[in-house]
């Protein structure tokens, strides 16, 4: 097991990687971050409203299901987030340019980097 900060500079050696956070979606508050970029308090506080919204639409449609990660798209980035699968409460925000970075290995990392984390 990894601890928050290792695992925040896990996420960071992928190439294009810009910043990262770990965040509790039931109080808003980032429990750590790294990396540049992104006003990261402001994108802790809005993702958390993201995740909120889908866990939300998924009990409304009666989905028995966990959501493996959700990806937002824009011009020149990409924006991941990963609930965990095993902390309660947690995601994982992860930012790459989308010029640099393969969308494929960043889900793959993220995914890797989360299993392992302990808080």
């Known amino acids: 097991m990894a601890n928050l900060n290792d695992s925040l500079n896990d996420l960071m050696t ?4 810009l910043c990262a956070a770990v965040v509790d979606y039931s109080s808003g508050m980032m429990l750590g971050s790294i990396g540049t970029g992104v006003d990261m308090e402001l994108a ?3 993702n958390t409203e993201v995740v909120r ?5 998924m009990k409304a449609l009666g989905l028995n299901d966990t959501i493996d990660d959700i990806l937002i798209t824009l011009g020149k980035q990409y924006h991941l987030i990963r609930p965990s699968q095993r902390l309660s ?4 925000y992860y930012v790459l340019d989308k010029s640099r970075s393969n969308l494929a290995l960043a889900r793959r990392k993220v995914a890797d980097v989360e299993s392992n984390m302990s808080m």
């Open 14 to 17: 992928m190439d294009g990687a």
């Open 44 to 46: 802790a506080a809005g």
């Open 53 to 57: 919204a889908k866990m939300k639409t």
């Open 89 to 92: 409460g947690i995601f994982v």
